[in-house]
């Protein structure tokens, strides 16, 4: 029997394109092993070209993260932490947090980006920039250690994929204005940008789309979007009365700024509808509706929360989510495993893509 000779390089892994191809395939766990195989493979992964490549990947298939408790009636009723994760049609907890190590970093969700999670705690008044997949934590504390920092924060990322500005107001009771403070990822500090009377309200809920970061700001007597943009100016967009008239909330659809409006109706199928409406001229404040449908009355009756992944539109509170699939325009009901305990909460959840991009 004649031998098969191998020409050129005998060992695949000389060849870094092959390498390369193979290492971005595999899941962040997965990579934090190979990166102890030998120096190359670590150089290798850790270039920032590879963590862009890998990031373009994984934003292919992003899921819904949150930060829940439950009590499954064991262990004398002690409740159990977890960092959850789904795709709105099964669940899974990422890791445990019972120790309570990780749950006072990961409490209070605020946004994610690139497989970034910015988390606000509110006991101690800094904010967390975590890693679930590394399990990285990058801990920024307040601007102003004599001031009390408010609890309104906003992230702006890009516009490259390392890059990121995290805002944060500080209520001036005295002037009755909110000052705004920014911290860079790229100088590691904070800066003043000036004040304002018409910020963000009490909730640090908001949008990032193109480096624009937009709050939805209510009032007994206004509501409004306040937006900061890459150069750091502030900007006012009005939202006529006839879109305002039920509850509104802000997405992001497919790279636009859009309000989901909440309305009722008196239908034999329906006491809700939803419509959408997407932003064309942001100076002008024109709003164009893109679309509409009802709510059957047999879905979710509270609505706190209005997420948008894809084609699936999420309608969910702290216990229940229920998706509305915007192809077929039919609806579908979720529920966690574990949420069968005697109190499940679901805190936040935001849209999440696995990288392995560190948090500085």
């Known amino acids: 029997m004649k031998r098969l000779k191998c020409s050129g390089n005998e060992n695949v892994f000389e060849v870094e394109e092959i390498l390369t191809g193979i ?19 670590r ?21 819904y993260v949150c930060y829940s408790h439950t009590d499954d009636g064991v262990d004398n009723g002690k409740l159990r932490e977890m960092v959850s994760k789904t795709d709105g049609k099964t669940g899974e907890s990422i890791y445990a947090c ?101 910020g ?24 409004h979007i306040f937006a900061i943009d890459r150069e750091e100016k502030f900007s006012i967009i009005r939202i006529p009365e006839v879109k305002a008239k039920g509850d509104v909330f802000m997405v992001n659809l497919e790279g636009c700024l859009c309000l989901v409006v909440l309305v009722r109706v008196q239908n034999a199928l329906s006491s809700r509808r939803f419509d959408i409406w997407a932003i064309e001229d942001r100076k002008e404040s024109v709003w164009v509706k893109k679309w509409s449908d009802y709510i059957p009355i047999s879905k979710i009756l509270v609505v706190s929360r209005v997420h948008v992944l894809k084609s699936d539109i999420l309608f969910g509170n702290c216990q229940d989510f229920t998706f509305y699939d915007m192809g077929t325009r039919s609806w579908r009901e979720f529920k966690w495993e574990y949420s069968r305990g005697l109190s499940f909460e679901c805190y936040y959840p935001v849209i999440y893509t696995e990288s392995i991009l560190p948090c500085n």
């Not at 150089?43 to 934003?59: A, D, E, G, P, V």
């Not at 937009?214 to 007597?221: D, I, M």
């Open 23 to 41: 290492l971005l395939r595999l899941p962040v766990k997965s990579l934090l092993i190979c990166k102890s195989v030998c120096k190359r493979w």
């Open 200 to 223: 963000p309200g009490f909730c640090s809920k908001h949008v990032c789309i193109d480096g624009i970061v937009y709050w939805l700001c209510k009032s007994w007597t206004d509501i």
């Open 43 to 63: 150089r290798l992964i850790c270039r920032s070209s590879f963590m862009h490549l890998h990031l373009i990947r994984s934003q292919g298939n992003p899921t």
């Open 98 to 198: 019972d120790d309570g190590y990780w749950s006072n970093y990961f409490k209070g969700m605020i946004c994610s980006f690139n497989g970034l999670i910015c988390c606000l705690n509110p006991k101690e008044s800094q904010i967390n920039i975590c890693n679930p997949a590394t399990r990285e934590v990058l801990v920024i504390m307040p601007p102003a250690p004599l001031k009390m920092p408010s609890r309104i924060i906003g992230v702006s990322f890009g516009p490259t994929i390392n890059e990121y500005k995290v805002f944060q107001f500080l209520s001036i009771k005295k002037e009755q204005v909110l000052e705004c403070m920014v911290y860079s990822s790229i100088t590691g500090s904070w800066k003043s940008i000036g004040t304002t009377q018409n």
